[in-house]
Structures are given as structure tokens and as C-alpha cells.
């Protein structure tokens, strides 16, 4: 079998040698397992830029949502209010998770091809001065829209709530100095900007605020202060943890540190998603989302004509190795091209030129 190289935002495109890591198995209440825990829970502190007198990080079993969930039903008490804001399918999978808790909830839905606007925002925090909480999504991957993390930050301070971000498809690749924005929850996964393989996600919790999370979930699972209490000083999993995963995760942090860090990754991630939204566009495929609003990690593009058949143009793709994402709008035909993980400019300028055959063999039939 061929390695595909993945235009999809995890699982996604892996180095050989953090693939290599998982060929050992690994026993979890070994010391050398728990220290390669607590290795990357101090690392995950250094890319969160957070001092580790004030922050924690906790791992915790599953792909994203399970972890976003740990964190809807952790942070948030019976007598809590969260405002959720959603421009996204992953905003309104908040929004389900919240109600599923039996959490107080204010919903924000605003348009998918829009962020937020912070007078709105405002508006319903005056209007609702029982809320504690705002939740939101920094990079929507659904449309591949990046909201603005710092300006909703510094409003939900200046109202004095709480911030729960789901920075799942940015963290690690797209700086975010969560310290200086005091986020109190802020959850992402291994198979994302990291580049890691999925098995785990991570939240990187202001302690202060995680201390008085105790007996908030209902869920024994994922219930996220009891993991932490058991993983703090020793780096020990509560229940089995996917050692191979989070072996693998180890080498991808190193392979970050190496690249140059979080800086050096978004210019490359940068550099290649204009690249390709360049050449994109001079092949007739149009952007959904404005330049301005623009993540640096996955774009959305329209069907160029009504005739364009993505079936096809998938399989195409695929056969000569790179696997596109199908979009996630409901109004408008469109598909997706991530462009994180373990891929380079010249894996993009093969890409761009099979889409040129491709397009050139659609207009002779
Ligand atoms: C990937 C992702 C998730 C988690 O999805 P899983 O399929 O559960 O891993 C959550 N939010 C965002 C914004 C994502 O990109």
C-alpha cells in the first residue's frame, strides 16, 4: 500500500519517524512511560506560552471531541451560564454537548462565512448578566475560518467570564500566548497541528479556575478534574492510555522544537495556504471564505461550474496519491484541501499540477 499524503485535518500526513516511535509497546505504569507523560505535558506548557505556576496541562483519552466534551462537562457547574458562539458545525457541537450535560446555555449562531462581531457579543453579555462562560472555535475547520481569538479574549475579560477554546485545528500552528489572553480552557488534540496520529486530546487549564471544577461532571470518563488529579504529580493515565499515540506525540513535539518551534510552522503552514489559494484561483476554484478571515490550515473551496463532479475528481486525486476533504456546507457545493501536517511546498506544487490535469482532461470530454 502507498503512503498518501493527507489534505485532511487529522488524521493527517505523519513523519516516518514519529510513525517509527510506535513500533515499541510501552506499559503505562512504567516510570519511563509516566515521565514521557509528564515530558509532554511540560512541553504543551512551553507552546501554550503559560507560566507553570499558573497553568496545567491534562491529557485525556479519545479524538477531540471527547476532550471537548470533558471540558463542557468539567468547567461548567450546575449553576454556571455558557454562552456558546457557533459559526461552525464544530461551534454547534458545543452547543449539543452543552445541552446533553444539562448545562444553562445562550446560544450565538451567526453565518458560517462571518465572525463574530464583538457588539454582538456585548449586547448578549448585558443582556444576560448570568452568564459565566464563553465558549467558541478558534480555527472553524468546517470552513477553515479563523475567528479572532484575541478579541474575544480581552472582551470575555473585560466582562470578567470565563474562556473555553476549542483551538483543536490551530493550537501548535498558529501562535496563541494563552496565558496573555488568560484562557481558562483551551483543548486541542494529538493528530492536529502538533502532527501527531489520534488517540488523545490535551487542555491547557488555568488552575486557578480548574480547582474549583470538582464535581461538575457528570461523567465519571471524562470527567476532566479527577484525570488531571490523578495525572498531576505523577503523570499517570486514569484508565488505559494509547501508549503508542502518546509515544508518537512525544516525537512530534521534538519534531516541532526542531522545525523552529510554533513561529516557524505557521510561516510554513502560512506560505503554502496562500500558495495554494493562488494557484487555485487561476484554475477557476474560488475561495468560500474572504482573505481576511482566512486560516493559515484548510480552505474551502467552491465547485468552479455546475457540471463539476467531485466524485470523480476525488478519485482522480487520489489515484495519483493525495486524498481531498469533502466540505461541510449545506447551502453551496464545495470541498476542502487541508494543508497541515507533514507536507512542503513541493508536495503542493505536485498537487497543483495534477488539478491542472485534471481540469485539462475534464475539458476535452
Ligand atoms: C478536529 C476538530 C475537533 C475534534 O474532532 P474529532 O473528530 O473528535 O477529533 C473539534 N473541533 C475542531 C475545530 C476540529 O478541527
Redesign the pocket.
Known sequence: MEQLKLLT??PLTTTHTVKETMILDRCTWDDDYKNLTQSIRQRLLEIAKVNAENYTTILQQ???????ESVIQTAISSTDHVLIISN?A?GK?MIDMAYVAGKKITELNISFDVIPSLAKIQQVLEENPTITHIAF??????TGILNPIESICTLAKKFNKKIIV?????FGGVPIEVEKLQIDFL?S?A??CIQGV?GF?FVIAKKESLEKTKGNARSVSLDLYDQWIVMKDSGKWRFTSPTHVVAAFHQAILELENEGGVEARYERYLTNNQYIIQSMQQLGFKPYIDDEYQSPIITTFLYPDTNFEFDDFYQYMKKNNFVLYPGKLMDVPSFRVGNIGDLYRQDFEVMIQHIKNFNAQRSIK
Do not use: I, L, Q
Open positions: 485535518p487529522g479519545g479524538s477531540g471531541s471527547f476532550v471537548v461552525g464544530y457541537r472555535v478558534h480555527c472553524e475547520t468546517t476549542d483551538a483543536m485545528s490551530s483543548v488534540s493528530n492536529k489520534p486530546g
